[in-house]
């Protein structure tokens, strides 16, 4: 395995791959931190201009881009509360009260530090782990999934504040709503009132654009015309040290754990990995309620997650020719556009690909530190501007992004419509991210919860038949039942002190 | 507004929300397409989840209208979102907010109708504008400017079939 | 006098120059990019071939071809966009015929085949029926032998509830009497990996998807919709067919390329005169080797007889044989 992997670093280490590999990187954060355009986006812009590459060269440009995103969208997530990416959208909780404060300089030193060594961790992962990770992707069944995206359903309360009805009711919602479309199984039509262009459900995109583009674009309104506090300029583009960031060395691994772990099964979605690494981060701390105050943890512990999909999400990619995610997907369409055939035969067939590959995402990590950390200065510089001149350029980016995610209106307006539901939850204290949660969990869990019972013959233990499950069981009644047990603690304190408040 | 007012109207929203969806979705004539192999059916979660939030909810509404009644015996302090003077009024921030629904709606509408470029310039000028900015030269330099980037990035390099 | 034949003399060199002029423009066709629209999500099969067939039409027609991906409703989104859009020949609908059909089958959407003008296919593939080593199966026979003998235990998956490959199992299903779990997955990567899992006994899917791992001897072929004579893998290809092994319903997707009703029948001939000339490319060809088919020509109104054949069948099958 690791003489492969020194060729692949040989090959990496060709001129022109290393260009192509810096471009598409630095392309990649630039293209993160625009509000509405992703990975994917970006990735298919680029597949006609690789068809004259050859396959290398043209996978590592693509590679550079996937990494670079990563990054990239938790740029604005940290300045303007508006994730450039659905992924950086849990590190907009904590990076945007640290901006807030003046710490500018800060949060994104951390995000970029913390995406820097979860993606390294996740690569050493990957690599290192890649025979148990692809047996792992391939056993997973689709009960062990169910449970997953259970456990992810039952961490909702890592993320509300002040009430956990509210918190509840957003969940609940999020699920009802990712009910929209056809029914998985049987294929009817629910809440679709004849409209064929609902059968697919709400579309995800949208929705997140709604909530973290348009609806934090209305709520923030008031902001406009504010004597914004004045920040001292150094303080505010103050780096953390690399001992700031041993410290905080559990936030990197938990992500890092995390991030690999989810992005090699496929079907669960990096998407919930960073919310359930932060929710994992926020109640192994000692200071739980610090969370969402601003604090690196926050920052550290999703960004270190969303670059550690990177290394997950190669293993099935690379050893089974399953795409982990949207990039991914057509990553696999570009290696069967120049001839490779991926699959369980990719290694012997084209092994030294599939190492250029692996070598190139370590690179490409390297690359996305250097460029991120030298023009941190730069994206505060800019995104810090008055917001009456940078709301309406955002509000473009997230009609345009919605439109290019089904290339047509319908997202557009869906995009509206949850930026005002999103702002009307937040002014009355429902977290939009609870919502967030329920839509992106519900189809993952009730999919393959069916599924899981049509494999099964409709017997429920097969959700105990293996010890992965049963594992997964013990985790969810024992989150639950901290969670009531706490909230029947919390409650006892609270009638004392908060009568008549309004939370 | 006061907040305890808007969550009660969110409440109630919310309720017949959910009320609507478990009725809908149990409504006879829902066909099922293919015969089902598994005990759940396209209305069981659907069910469960509009029936959990319909509780929640009232539960939320019980909450916000005992805090409406109790409130109303006592006077409270003006709920300012801030303390600086120098904050706009919140009728200029409710006419922002409504202004900026209504002219996004419009744009996306127009392009479709409108070419790009023009309608995005256009756009961007009128949200300065909205926002309080009023030297008319700087909001039209920027919105060119921004229209041709923008035009520049979808149409051309992107390929968007807008 | 003479006015009125001057004036008569410059009518009558406008309208000369007029029609010169208006000729060159008609023969100009393709002079500006055309999109081919592609009704699926990017990285999936159909978008790989869809984007193989536009680089060969590039190299034919010297202008931009550009894909579109517009997906949503099985397909529906897009293909009805480019059956009620502009109908100039500039904007082409790459998809599948029995993905148009089955969607069709399934959903009441306001497009009809007779919304199309049909330029022709270039891709034949055939559905077939995979199974894990370690399941033990060589046939389509033996499979539905051991539902017979334990029936209610043999799962059978598809790649969704609806599509072609429902039809295809409920018909086996229906026709042979079997008594086996038809297991509907959410989408074909789904059912990719419960097969490469083993948690499936058997899967129907469309070729080649899985190549690779069956000439590695992980996944056999136990059945196939159509003649899998043409995949480039030969030990493969004389897989009894559905029709060999009982089942007398012969299912595959056909991808091709379609246009609005509406476009101008000179426009139709040279499209599909270019299109032709691209499905027959030598760079094509090597695309589809690599793919695991070789390419095909299907004329268009053949392919127009084969969609209404197929929505036909279709419609039959799920009356028939599913609730």
Not at chain 1, 361 to 367: D, N
Request: charged share 15%; hydrophobic share 50%.
């Amino acid at each position: 395995m690791f003489a492969g992997l020194i060729d692949g670093f040989a090959s990496v280490l060709e001129p022109l791959n290393l260009v192509l590999l810096f471009a598409g990187t630095a392309g990649g954060i630039l293209v993160g931190a625009l509000p509405g355009l992703s990975s994917p986006m970006a990735i298919i812009v680029l597949l006609p201009l690789t068809y004259s590459m050859d396959a290398l060269p043209a996978l590592l440009t693509m590679i550079g881009v996937y990494v670079g995103t990563k990054l990239g969208g938790s740029y604005p997530a940290i300045l303007l509360r508006t994730p450039g990416t659905p992924a950086a959208a849990c590190t907009a909780l904590d990076g945007f009260p640290m901006a807030q404060r003046g710490e500018a300089g800060l949060a994104l030193g951390y995000a970029t530090l913390g995406s820097t060594f979860g993606g390294i961790f996740g690569w050493v992962m990957a690599v290192t782990c890649v025979p148990l990770l692809a047996s792992v992707a391939v056993k997973s069944s689709n009960a062990d999934i169910a449970l997953i995206g259970i456990v992810g359903l039952t961490l909702v309360s890592a993320f509300v504040r002040a009430s956990m009805l509210r918190g509840l009711i957003g969940v609940v919602l999020g699920l009802l709503i990712a009910t929209v479309g056809l029914d998985p199984i049987q294929s009817t039509e629910r809440f679709t009132f004849g409209f064929y262009t609902l059968m697919e459900g709400i579309p995800f995109a949208a929705a997140l654009v709604g909530f973290f583009g348009i609806a934090v674009v209305f709520s923030d309104i008031k902001m406009i015309g504010q004597r914004s506090s004045l920040v001292v300029k150094e303080l505010n583009l103050a780096l953390p040290t690399f001992r700031d960031l041993a410290k905080r060395w559990q936030c990197i691994v938990i992500g890092g754990l995390y991030g690999t772990g989810i992005g090699a099964i496929p079907g669960v979605g990096a998407e919930a990995s960073t919310w359930i690494a932060y929710a994992t981060a926020r109640n192994r701390s000692k200071n739980p309620e610090a969370f969402g105050t601003g604090i690196p943890e926050g920052v550290l512990a999703p960004e270190a997650t969303n670059n550690a999909n990177t290394g997950g999400t190669m293993v099935p990619m690379l050893t089974l020719g399953i795409p982990g995610d949207g990039s991914t997907a057509i990553m696999l369409g570009a290696m069967i556009l120049h001839g490779l055939q991926p699959g369980v035969t990719l290694m012997q067939s084209n092994g030294h690909i599939v190492n250029a590959i692996l070598a190139g995402l370590l690179v490409a990590t390297l690359f996305m530190f250097l460029i991120g950390w030298s023009c941190i200065r730069y994206f505060i510089v800019v995104l810090q501007q008055d917001r009456s001149w940078l709301f309406p350029f955002i509000l473009v980016f997230a009609a345009l992004g919605a439109y290019s995610s089904m290339n047509s209106f319908f997202p557009v307006y869906v995009a509206i419509f949850f930026g005002v539901v999103g702002f009307f939850f937040e002014s009355c204290g429902i977290p939009v991210v609870t919502v967030v949660l329920g839509i992106i969990l519900g189809p993952i869990i009730e999919q393959n919860i069916r599924i899981a019972l049509a494999l099964s013959d409709n017997d429920w233990t097969t959700f105990v038949a293996t010890w992965p499950r049963q594992v997964l069981v013990v985790v969810i009644v024992g989150l639950l039942g901290w969670e009531m047990f706490k909230a029947f603690q919390g409650r006892s304190m609270n009638e004392i002190n908060t009568k008549g408040d309004v939370s | 507004m006061n907040i305890t007012v808007k969550e009660i109207l969110l409440s109630s929203a919310l309720m017949i929300l959910a009320l609507a969806a478990v009725l809908v979705i149990n409504a006879t004539g829902q066909q099922t397409r293919v015969a089902d192999t598994d005990s759940l059916t396209f209305a069981t979660l659907p069910t469960i989840y509009g029936c959990l939030l319909l509780l929640l909810s009232a539960i939320f509404f019980a909450g916000s209208l005992r805090r409406f009644l109790s409130d109303k015996h006592r006077d409270h302090p003006e709920t300012t979102e801030d303390a600086e003077t120098d904050s706009p009024s919140s009728r200029t921030v409710l006419t922002r907010i409504g202004l900026t629904l209504v002219v996004l709606v419009a744009y996306v509408v127009l392009l479709d109708y409108v070419q790009f470029l023009v309608v995005t310039s256009l756009f961007l000028f009128v949200m300065f504008w909205v926002f309080g900015q009023r030297s008319l030269w700087k909001m039209a330099a920027l919105a060119l400017l921004g229209g041709a980037c923008f035009h520049g990035l979808f149409i051309y390099v992107l390929d968007l079939p807008i | 006098m003479k006015k009125y034949s001057r004036i008569l003399g410059t009518i009558a060199a406008a309208t000369l120059g007029l029609t010169l002029a208006a000729a060159p423009a008609a023969a100009a066709y393709p002079d500006q990019t055309i999109h081919m629209v592609v009704p699926w999500a990017a990285g999936g099969g159909t978008d790989s071939i869809g984007r193989g067939f536009a680089e060969a039409l590039k190299s034919v027609v010297n202008v931009a071809v550009v894909v579109d991906n517009i997906s949503g409703a099985g397909g529906l989104t897009g293909s009805i966009k480019v059956a009620k859009g502009k109908a100039d020949g500039y904007t082409l609908l790459m998809n599948g015929d029995s993905d148009i059909t089955a969607a069709l089958t399934f959903t009441d959407a306001p497009l009809d085949p007779g919304d199309f003008t049909y330029i022709g296919a270039f891709f034949e593939s055939p559905t077939w029926i995979l199974s894990h080593k370690d399941r033990k199966l060589t046939s389509l026979k033996e499979f539905l032998a051991r539902a017979k003998a334990s029936p209610g235990k043999l799962t059978l998956g598809t790649g969704g509830p609806t599509g072609a490959q429902m039809l295809m199992a409920a018909a086996i299903k229906g026709i042979s009497g079997a008594d086996f779990r038809i297991i509907p997955y959410s989408g074909g990567g789904a059912l990719k990996k419960a097969l490469l899992g083993d948690q499936v006994d058997a899967g129907i899917i469309h070729a080649p998807v899985l190549l690779p791992e069956v000439k590695a001897g992980l996944i056999k072929v136990i059945g196939t919709g159509l003649p899998l004579d043409k995949i480039t893998y030969a030990p493969v290809r004389k897989t009894p067919t559905l029709e060999e092994s009982g089942i007398p319903i012969r299912i595959g997707i056909t991808r091709g390329i379609f246009v609005s009703k509406q476009t101008a029948p000179e426009t139709v001939k040279i499209l599909r005169g270019l299109v032709e000339k691209a499905a027959k490319s030598p760079a094509f060809t090597e695309f589809g080797n690599k793919f695991g088919f070789t390419p095909v020509w299907v004329p268009g109104p053949e392919f127009e007889k084969q969609i209404n054949n197929e929505l036909t069948l279709f419609r039959y099958i799920k009356g028939k044989y599913i609730k």
